[in-house]
């Protein structure tokens, strides 16, 4: 167990619709960072939150968005869902203060979207 | 362009024997270097990092990876290989410039036979 938890596990929904995936990492961790793993793309690296603030982004759509609260959880949207944004969304914490540092960051189980 | 390459995409190996997986990146300068294994259903875990130093780096479950400046390659190894290891095995770099974000390769699927 990482420490790491993302809610839900699984989620089903149609094209068209928008979600929200959630994390929350572990305790005393400020920076969390999102990621898409599916069978065309791989595991890509979609943005990064350190304390409340945005510190990087990746190959994030723009239908899609995050932010970082201040109780520090994240949380993803994703909206006018399309079936290529099927994939499994890992969300992942660090004690990096968001410049480079090489701190370890541990994953959460994932959550797998499905868009049917 | 700046990239992380894992060459081999599947490898099948029987139990107690020895194990190499490879990976090299193409980046200006030498970034942070990780390996993450992906058990069925579940998140990733880190095995190991290397940022500096001993080129030889040690991680948990028995593996070690040996950094090549002069071949861009951070290979993992492990001397006998447990049926528990299959898994895939992700190879990621944080580049030399900018924040911690990762970076990985595409992975390597491995398979242990008895």
């Known amino acids: 167990d990482s420490g790491v938890t993302q809610t839900p596990k699984h989620l089903i929904t149609a094209t068209g619709q928008r979600v929200t995936l959630r994390c929350s990492p572990r305790s005393g961790d400020l920076s969390v960072y999102w990621y898409q793993q599916s069978l065309d793309q791989g595991l890509q690296f979609l943005i990064q939150y350190y304390n409340g603030e945005e510190r990087a982004k990746g190959n994030i759509l723009e239908r899609f968005s995050a932010q970082q609260f201040p109780d520090l959880h994240s949380e993803l949207n994703l909206s006018s869902l399309e079936l290529g944004d099927s994939a499994l969304y890992f969300c992942?914490?660090?004690?990096?203060?968001?410049?480079?540092?090489?701190?370890?960051?541990?994953f959460g189980p994932g959550t797998r979207l499905t868009v049917l | 362009a700046q990239s992380v390459t894992q060459p081999d995409i599947h490898i099948t190996v029987s139990e107690g024997a020895s194990l190499e997986l490879r990976c090299n990146y193409s980046y200006g300068a030498t970034p942070y270097l990780f390996w993450y294994v992906q058990s069925p259903g579940q998140g990733l875990q880190l095995l190991l990092k290397y940022f500096s130093g001993d080129t030889l780096v040690q991680g948990i479950k028995g593996f070690e990876a040996e950094f090549k400046r002069s071949q861009s390659s951070f290979n993992l190894r492990k001397p006998s290989v447990h049926w528990s290891d299959a898994a895939e095995y992700f190879c990621?770099?944080?580049?030399?410039?900018?924040?911690?974000?990762?970076?990985f390769g595409t992975g390597t699927r491995l398979q242990v036979f008895p």
């Open positions: 990621a770099v944080t580049p030399p410039f900018g924040t911690d974000k990762l970076i």
């Open positions: 992942a914490s660090s004690v990096s203060t968001g410049a480079r540092s090489g701190d370890t960051q541990y």
